[in-house]
């Protein structure tokens, strides 16, 4: 067997893997998510499909599938097609670079593990994340629906503006690992001792809030904001085709929860012997411990504005991500080889500033709006 | 007291009115102002400039058929600088019922006259926007007349839209004066001109868009329609249409007797039953001239209090769901169901209760009321201050709602804004305090008071009232004592179960409370009462007769909804859900 022919072989393998894993993640998420959050705000959750109600997810699936395909009048009919599908592709391609595990040998040949090993993977990423945003749009272009195309208009504005400062922060970290490869970034972080959450603790909040708003989940889900927008961009979709919408968001959850391990927590680097199983494992766990975190926002906040979410975007975001982006690349030239505790100590610095500032802020709120004191039983004036 | 009031005012505008005013007697408690058609825009602006009756309440119309003059008017405003109100009247003879507008005095009359256009088909000259307000544009005759057909006529709406144009309706039969016809082909509403200007600037690409919210979107609260002018995602104008819900309450009572008709104030504001019972039960006794034991008035502030907690919290609730904090909805609930589970356990019921009634109560407690009463109090003040940590401090909710559907106290004031959210804007208006009913006055509580008339003064002081209420329950509590429940009145309360048992004369008085009812002597009741929302009045009509002759209610929601155009000026489309939740309507009395 010749080194190619191997090599399609053992891509098409992990690309069949991969494919039905994430797809088969999305109930899964799909019955995680209710069943967290059912927890958080006193109540059960499913609990009459399956055991602990993990058929649900599967009910709904056949539900959905089963479903009349509506299409209004007025429809852009191929765009309105293909809209669901441009969104859920690009989340399951992007998950072809993210590596999930040490490279293994099989037959005296080296086998990634990840679907194909590229060593532009973080460019390749980011590509594909920016593409989601066309689905959404062409979505709610298309439906002929005006709360559809506020919606689409409401994604395309925020996903463009939040792609930026994660950009930004991804740049911070290639700087420190010197590749763009996930893989090298991954031992980078081996090397040198310490989880990138320690030197690039501001990008990795940046990082989670960002992509939080990229994947258009509370607080920042503006573009399907069901109390303002019915249901935004997908407000026309029926059936399946609301569904694929519904996968695409789960299968982006995951991808960029994988991103932020792999970026930031040591990849599949845990502690204990380091077997392949259970690397395998510690990815897993921490992939779910970022999905369990968005599910804990979504859970307790309110949603944001979209004035608001695009000026927080442009005014804190970006200017932030840039001067993480600064220091750590004046950081890296000035320290050298002790960079990795300088930038930590300087981010530790920073988080503290920042927290104080978010103080004062918060106190300024509350200030500009005096409690509403009981007043004694008097006539005003 | 309230009488010898209404005629000093009397006296004075009888010196500069002349011959054009008269005193009246109805209500007897309180006397009222009748005053020449002709002259009642200038009596309103006499009112109001002299006199600093800055408050309108309302106008309610009445027909007195065979009577001359036919229509009467009433109109009730209210002075928060000397804590007092009045009644006018206008009365109306029968062909051509036209009246000056008070709308530019009062811009609360505007919805309010458009009602009475609506059901009794008198004209207001000078009125901006004369247009049925309740029944569809197409509807044909005025239901609160006396005269109006009930039963047999065929329904006038379908469900294709393609029927209900004017122009494939049948000509209307000459017989009948309808105003409104000759008006909707002729003068284009304002309705069609938001949408024929909203087609033109699409089509002129000026970037503006018509969105219809409503009557089926998430944040409308119940069948609410408006239709929002957009330039991108500012709100331009806002027109509310409303009616999907009437259900013609008001006629209905007309046809039932007074016990009857009490359990048609439960479906009116469905999230206040007993709020709306009180009011209702409070004037009807007024009318009746009987006066309520110790111990039912005592149950009636621990019942009107459990009502307006439980209100607030399904506001707390579906506003923080606007604005995306979904888990404050469901510990909002949890509360409610214990509140839910009080009212069951004392009247049978959930939710329509009719537990209060005029009388008194329906019933004594049961023995493990106060028991479940208790646990819920143990728990509450701890349970509000958990809705006030998610939200009174968080950055998000602090964004989304200071400086959010702002209005000021005198804009509140001439609508009518009643309730917290008046109070938001930062005056000391509550009928509790101002004229105190069911004894309010012995409770030590104090009025949350805003100051910037925002969504979030709207909020703190909601929330603040629930611990307010939370005390008066606790007084309440102390001061209960065992006692009767119902006022020793044979006409209207029936007799003792036991008594029934054993009286023939009782088991006949029984029935026929029953099924006739108790008669009200011919007069007029009316007490202003203060609900979750507002201002909540019945004015209650009786002719001698076992029924209602008219029971007009004017209902906080419907002068609430009337600011929402106001402040939603200038906002975005997240900032009118934000505001269509913080004025706490509920369209089944906005409707009725």
């Given at each position: 067997?010749?080194?190619t022919?191997?090599?399609?072989?053992?891509?098409?393998?992990k690309a069949?893997?991969?494919?039905?894993?994430?797809?088969?993640?999305?109930?899964v998420?799909?019955?995680?998510?209710?069943?967290?959050?059912?927890?958080?705000?006193?109540?059960?959750?499913?609990n009459?499909?399956?055991?602990?109600?993990?058929?649900q997810?599967?009910?709904?699936?056949?539900?959905?599938?089963?479903?009349?395909?509506?299409?209004?009048?007025?429809?852009?009919?191929?765009?309105?097609?293909?809209?669901?599908?441009?969104?859920?592709?690009?989340?399951?391609?992007?998950?072809?670079?993210v590596?999930?595990?040490?490279?293994?040998?099989?037959?005296?040949?080296?086998?990634?593990?990840?679907?194909?090993?590229?060593?532009?993977?973080?460019?390749?990423?980011?590509?594909?994340?920016?593409?989601?945003?066309?689905?959404?749009?062409?979505?709610?272009?298309?439906?002929?629906?005006?709360?559809?195309?506020?919606?689409?208009?409401?994604?395309?504005?925020?996903?463009?503006?939040?792609?930026?400062?994660?950009?930004?922060?991804?740049?911070?970290?290639?700087?420190?690992?010197?590749?763009?490869?996930?893989?090298?970034?991954?031992?980078?972080?081996?090397?040198?001792?310490?989880w990138?959450?320690?030197?690039q603790?501001?990008?990795?909040?940046?990082?989670?809030?960002?992509s939080?708003?990229?994947?258009?989940?509370?607080?920042?889900?503006?573009?399907?904001?069901?109390?303002?927008?019915?249901?935004?961009?997908?407000?026309e979709?029926?059936?399946?085709?609301?569904?694929?919408?519904?996968?695409?968001e789960?299968?982006?959850?995951?991808?960029?929860?994988?991103?932020?391990?792999?970026?930031?927590?040591?990849?599949w680097?845990?502690?204990?012997?380091?077997?392949?199983?259970?690397?395998?494992?510690?990815?897993?766990?921490?992939?779910?411990?970022?999905?369990?975190?968005?599910?804990?926002?979504?859970?307790?906040?309110?949603?944001?504005?979209?004035?608001?979410?695009?000026?927080?975007?442009?005014?804190?975001?970006?200017?932030?991500?840039?001067?993480?982006?600064?220091?750590?690349?004046?950081?890296?030239?000035?320290?050298?080889?002790?960079a990795?505790?300088?930038?930590t100590?300087?981010?530790?610095?920073?988080?503290?500033?920042?927290?104080?500032?978010?103080?004062?802020v918060?106190?300024?709120?509350?200030?500009?709006?005096?409690?509403?004191?009981?007043?004694?039983?008097?006539?005003?004036? | 007291?309230?009488?010898?009031?209404?005629?000093?005012?009397?006296?004075?505008?009888?010196?500069?009115?002349?011959?054009?005013?008269?005193?009246?007697?109805?209500?007897?408690?309180?006397?009222?102002?009748?005053?020449?058609?002709?002259?009642?825009?200038?009596?309103?602006?006499?009112?109001?400039?002299?006199l600093?009756?800055?408050?309108?309440?309302?106008?309610?119309?009445a027909?007195?058929?065979?009577?001359?003059?036919?229509?009467?008017?009433?109109?009730?405003?209210?002075?928060?600088?000397?804590?007092?109100?009045?009644?006018?009247?206008?009365?109306?003879?029968?062909?051509?019922?036209?009246?000056?507008?008070?709308?530019?005095?009062?811009?609360?009359?505007?919805?309010?006259?458009?009602?009475?256009?609506?059901?009794?088909?008198?004209?207001?000259?000078?009125?901006?926007?004369?247009?049925?307000?309740l029944?569809?544009?197409?509807?044909?005759?005025?239901?609160?007349?006396?005269?109006?057909?009930?039963?047999?006529?065929?329904?006038?709406?379908?469900?294709?839209?393609?029927?209900?144009?004017?122009?494939?309706?049948?000509?209307?039969?000459?017989?009948?004066v309808?105003?409104?016809?000759?008006?909707?082909?002729?003068?284009?509403?304002?309705?069609?001109?938001?949408?024929?200007?909203?087609?033109?600037?699409?089509?002129?690409?000026?970037?503006?868009?018509?969105?219809?919210?409503?009557?089926?979107h998430?944040?409308?609260?119940?069948?609410l329609?408006?239709?929002v002018?957009?330039?991108?995602?500012?709100?331009?104008?806002?027109?509310?249409?409303?009616?999907?819900?009437?259900?013609?309450?008001?006629?209905?009572?007309?046809?039932l007797?007074?016990?009857?008709?009490?359990?048609?104030?439960?479906?009116?504001?469905y999230?206040?039953?007993?709020?709306?019972?009180?009011?209702?039960?409070?004037?009807?006794?007024?009318?009746?001239?009987?006066?309520?034991?110790?111990?039912?008035?005592?149950?009636?502030?621990?019942?009107a209090?459990?009502?307006?907690?439980?209100?607030?919290?399904?506001?707390?609730?579906?506003?923080?769901?606007?604005?995306?904090?979904?888990?404050?909805?469901f510990?909002?609930?949890?509360?409610?169901?214990?509140?839910?589970?009080?009212?069951?356990?004392?009247?049978?019921?959930?939710?329509?209760?009719?537990?209060?009634?005029?009388?008194?109560l329906?019933?004594?407690?049961?023995?493990?009321?106060?028991?479940?009463?208790?646990?819920?109090?143990?728990?509450?003040?701890?349970?509000?201050?958990?809705?006030?940590?998610?939200?009174?401090?968080?950055?998000?909710?602090?964004?989304?709602?200071?400086g959010?559907?702002?209005?000021?106290?005198?804009?509140?004031?001439?609508?009518?804004?009643?309730?917290?959210?008046l109070?938001?804007?930062?005056?000391?208006?509550?009928?509790?305090?101002?004229?105190?009913?069911?004894?309010?006055?012995?409770?030590?509580?104090?009025?949350?008071?805003?100051?910037?008339?925002?969504?979030?003064?709207?909020?703190?002081?909601?929330?603040?009232?629930?611990?307010?209420?939370?005390?008066?329950?606790?007084?309440?509590?102390?001061?209960?004592?065992?006692?009767?429940?119902?006022?020793?009145?044979?006409?209207?309360?029936?007799?003792?179960?036991?008594?029934?048992?054993?009286?023939?004369?009782?088991?006949?008085?029984?029935?026929?409370?029953?099924?006739?009812?108790?008669?009200?002597?011919?007069?007029?009741?009316?007490?202003?009462?203060?609900?979750?929302?507002?201002?909540?009045?019945?004015?209650?009509?009786?002719?001698?007769?076992?029924?209602?002759?008219?029971?007009?209610a004017?209902?906080?929601?419907?002068?609430?909804?009337q600011?929402?155009?106001?402040?939603?000026?200038g906002?975005?489309?997240?900032?009118?859900?934000?505001?269509?939740?913080?004025?706490?309507?509920?369209?089944?009395?906005?409707?009725?």
């Amino acid at each position: 067997m010749s080194n190619t022919t191997f090599d399609w072989i053992a891509s098409l393998i992990k690309a069949v893997i991969i494919f039905v894993v994430l797809l088969q993640l999305v109930p899964v998420l799909i019955w995680l998510e209710r069943k967290v959050v059912a927890r958080m705000q006193q109540r059960i959750g499913p609990n009459r499909v399956g055991p602990f109600g993990l058929l649900q997810p599967l009910a709904d699936a056949v539900k959905l599938m089963a479903k009349e395909n509506i299409i209004p009048t007025g429809v852009d009919k191929l765009v309105y097609y293909l809209a669901p599908v441009i969104s859920i592709v690009p989340a399951l391609a992007a998950f072809a670079v993210v590596p999930f595990g040490e490279p293994i040998h099989v037959a005296g040949r080296v086998v990634y593990l990840q679907v194909a090993h590229v060593n532009i993977g973080i460019l390749y990423v980011l590509a594909l994340s920016s593409l989601a945003v066309y689905g959404i749009t062409l979505a709610g272009w298309s439906s002929n629906n005006k709360y559809s195309l506020l919606g689409g208009l409401r994604a395309s504005a925020q996903m463009i503006s939040y792609e930026i400062p994660v950009g930004l922060t991804v740049v911070a970290v290639v700087l420190l690992a010197g590749s763009l490869d996930l893989l090298d970034i991954v031992n980078q972080q081996v090397k040198q001792g310490i989880w990138n959450i320690g030197p690039q603790f501001i990008g990795f909040l940046l990082f989670v809030v960002a992509s939080n708003a990229e994947l258009n989940r509370a607080p920042f889900d503006m573009a399907e904001a069901e109390s303002e927008l019915v249901a935004g961009f997908h407000t026309e979709y029926t059936g399946f085709r609301f569904a694929m919408f519904f996968m695409g968001e789960y299968v982006n959850m995951v991808t960029t929860s994988a991103l932020a391990t792999v970026m930031y927590l040591g990849g599949w680097h845990g502690f204990g012997p380091d077997v392949w199983y259970l690397n395998l494992i510690w990815f897993i766990l921490k992939i779910f411990a970022f999905i369990i975190f968005y599910m804990w926002v979504r859970a307790s906040w309110p949603r944001i504005r979209y004035d608001q979410l695009m000026g927080f975007g442009w005014k804190v975001m970006i200017p932030a991500a840039l001067l993480n982006l600064a220091a750590t690349a004046v950081v890296i030239v000035v320290a050298k080889e002790r960079a990795t505790l300088w930038l930590t100590a300087v981010n530790i610095a920073l988080f503290v500033v920042f927290l104080a500032v978010l103080r004062l802020v918060n106190s300024r709120q509350l200030e500009q709006h005096r409690q509403v004191v009981p007043q004694p039983d008097a006539v005003r004036g | 007291m309230q009488k010898e009031e209404t005629r000093k005012i009397f006296e004075d505008a009888r010196l500069k009115f002349g011959e054009d005013v008269a005193f009246s007697d109805r209500p007897a408690e309180e006397g009222s102002i009748v005053v020449q058609p002709s002259r009642i825009k200038e009596f309103s602006r006499w009112l109001r400039d002299d006199l600093k009756f800055d408050f309108y309440s309302e106008v309610g119309g009445a027909d007195f058929m065979f009577q001359n003059p036919r229509y009467s008017l009433t109109y009730t405003l209210f002075s928060t600088k000397e804590r007092k109100h009045i009644h006018y009247k206008v009365l109306l003879d029968e062909d051509e019922p036209r009246v000056d507008t008070i709308s530019d005095v009062y811009a609360g009359a505007n919805w309010h006259e458009r009602e009475i256009f609506d059901m009794f088909g008198i004209t207001f000259d000078g009125h901006p926007d004369l247009r049925r307000l309740l029944m569809p544009d197409y509807w044909r005759g005025h239901p609160l007349r006396k005269d109006y057909d009930i039963g047999g006529e065929s329904v006038q709406f379908s469900a294709n839209f393609a029927d209900v144009t004017p122009q494939t309706l049948p000509a209307p039969p000459d017989e009948e004066v309808f105003l409104g016809w000759d008006r909707l082909e002729t003068q284009p509403s304002s309705y069609t001109q938001l949408l024929d200007s909203g087609a033109e600037l699409e089509d002129a690409g000026e970037g503006r868009m018509i969105i219809n919210m409503g009557p089926q979107h998430p944040s409308t609260h119940g069948v609410l329609r408006l239709l929002v002018e957009l330039d991108g995602e500012n709100v331009i104008t806002t027109l509310p249409d409303i009616g999907y819900l009437h259900t013609g309450i008001e006629k209905t009572a007309e046809s039932l007797n007074f016990n009857q008709a009490l359990t048609l104030t439960d479906r009116m504001d469905y999230l206040s039953p007993l709020g709306n019972n009180l009011a209702f039960s409070l004037s009807t006794e007024r009318l009746l001239g009987i006066t309520i034991p110790r111990r039912a008035q005592v149950l009636r502030v621990i019942l009107a209090e459990l009502t307006r907690i439980q209100s607030h919290l399904v506001w707390l609730a579906t506003h923080g769901l606007d604005l995306g904090a979904m888990s404050a909805f469901f510990y909002c609930f949890r509360e409610r169901d214990q509140i839910l589970d009080l009212f069951e356990t004392a009247s049978g019921v959930r939710m329509m209760t009719s537990y209060i009634c005029p009388g008194g109560l329906r019933e004594d407690i049961p023995p493990e009321f106060m028991p479940m009463l208790q646990s819920f109090m143990d728990i509450f003040q701890s349970r509000v201050d958990e809705y006030e940590v998610l939200l009174t401090k968080n950055p998000i909710w602090l964004e989304r709602t200071q400086g959010v559907g702002k209005i000021s106290v005198e804009d509140a004031l001439s609508y009518g804004v009643s309730g917290p959210s008046l109070r938001a804007s930062g005056i000391d208006w509550d009928m509790r305090k101002v004229e105190p009913y069911s004894g309010y006055e012995e409770y030590d509580f104090d009025v949350p008071v805003g100051s910037h008339g925002d969504v979030y003064d709207r909020y703190l002081c909601r929330v603040e009232e629930m611990r307010q209420s939370h005390r008066i329950i606790a007084q309440a509590i102390k001061k209960l004592e065992p006692g009767p429940v119902g006022a020793d009145e044979r006409r209207v309360l029936s007799p003792h179960k036991i008594e029934i048992g054993n009286s023939m004369e009782s088991l006949i008085h029984h029935f026929l409370l029953t099924t006739i009812g108790f008669t009200a002597p011919p007069g007029e009741g009316h007490v202003p009462t203060e609900t979750g929302r507002g201002l909540l009045s019945f004015y209650m009509i009786g002719d001698g007769s076992p029924k209602p002759y008219r029971m007009r209610a004017r209902t906080p929601s419907f002068s609430n909804l009337q600011a929402l155009p106001l402040m939603m000026q200038g906002g975005l489309v997240a900032d009118a859900v934000a505001t269509i939740g913080s004025i706490d309507i509920v369209l089944g009395e906005i409707d009725r």
